[in-house]
């Protein structure tokens, strides 16, 4: 009996050492992954204008411009995702000229030397946005990431949300640092 019991108990020892090592080597996810988290959870926060076309009715168009930072992150997290009934997708692209037909719009880190003209193109469209480029909100942007405590935060500039006409709930509001 005693034999039974210092095998049961020998067997729980090496079953939550084991586990601890498991859990102990689980990665973090990585940066981008939590920033496609972000990205995608950003859209059911904000509401755009009545006025989109009727094509666009049943999609919400997600684009990432520039060298794709994300890897296959944006796909898996999105992938058969709807936002307020509409199904998500995600496309990539250097043209500028391209990113007009877009809800969301991710400027990469690559496309920085470009960032002004950009959102002169994006001037007054109903488009969202996003960039982890140095002080992007400060520049112009909707929703900027930022670096703070070893976590990935965001910025919005509230300004360049409402001379688009979107709309961005008080609930990510108050996650958000506020740019003038």
Do not use: H
């Not at 990585?30 to 990205?39: D, H, I, M």
């Not at 006025?51 to 058969?80: A, M």
């Amino acid at each position: 009996m005693r034999r039974l019991i210092f095998t049961f108990v020998a067997l729980l020892c090496l079953s939550f050492c084991t586990a601890m090592q498991v859990g102990a080597q689980a990665k973090a996810p990585s940066e981008y992954a939590v920033k496609a988290a972000f990205l995608y959870n950003f859209t059911k926060f904000v509401e755009w204008p009545p006025d989109v076309p009727d094509e666009k009715d049943s999609l919400l168009q997600i684009c990432v411009i520039g060298e794709n930072p994300f890897g296959n992150e944006l796909e898996n997290i999105i992938e058969g995702m709807k936002v307020g009934g509409k199904s998500v997708t995600v496309s990539y692209t250097r043209s500028a000229e391209e990113i007009l037909s877009y809800d969301v719009v991710f400027i990469a880190q690559s496309e920085e030397s470009t960032l002004d003209r950009m959102l002169k193109i994006l001037t007054n469209r109903a488009i969202l946005t996003v960039s982890d480029i140095d002080d992007f909100a400060e520049r112009g942007g909707t929703i900027g990431f930022f670096a703070e405590d070893d976590r990935i935060r965001f910025e919005i500039n509230v300004d360049a949300a409402e001379e688009t006409g979107l709309q961005i709930s008080s609930k990510l509001l108050r996650l958000a640092r506020i740019v003038d």
